[in-house]
Nanobody, 127 residues
Framework: QVQLVESGGGLAQAGGSLRLSCAASGRTFRSYAMGWFRQAPGKERELAAA????????YYADSVKGRFTISRDNAKSTVYLQMNSLKPEDTAVYYC????????????????????WGQGTQVTVSS
């Protein structure tokens, strides 16, 4: 069992930055690929970024590429999402998710691939 707790959301102006953190419980965090998803009102949950269990491979949605950076610290059992150059369309609830996988290249793209989810943190970007 893995429990995930997100933090770092809030209100930002367009062009600003926020850093999300997701702290995981359990001693096997390093065996999990991690993803940051987001869901805006009336829209489906979508992947923003994902990172492999080792941190060696990452994936970004086109909408965030060049602005967001996903990283992980396995010693701290924490995954981060640095969000720069924020846009109003980035407004959403952001969720972190964990998928057990020790495939070096695996970065899950779809919500259904993930085993565990956090409760989410609201990010609001004003214009």
């Amino acid at each position: 069992q893995v429990q995930l707790v997100e933090s770092g959301g809030g209100l930002a102006q367009a062009g600003g930055s926020l850093r999300l953190s997701c702290a995981a419980s359990g001693r096997t965090f390093r065996s999990y690929a991690m993803g940051w998803f987001r869901q805006a009102p009336g829209k489906e949950r979508e992947l923003a970024a994902a990172i492999s269990y080792s941190g060696g491979v990452s994936y970004y949605a086109d909408s965030v590429k060049g602005r967001f950076t996903i990283s992980r610290d396995n010693a701290k059992s924490t995954v981060y999402l640095q969000m720069n150059s924020l846009k109003p369309e980035d407004t959403a609830v952001y969720y972190c998710a964990a998928k057990y996988s020790t495939n070096y290249f695996y970065t899950g793209r779809r919500p259904g691939e993930y085993d565990y989810w956090g409760q989410g943190t609201q990010v609001t970007v004003s214009s």
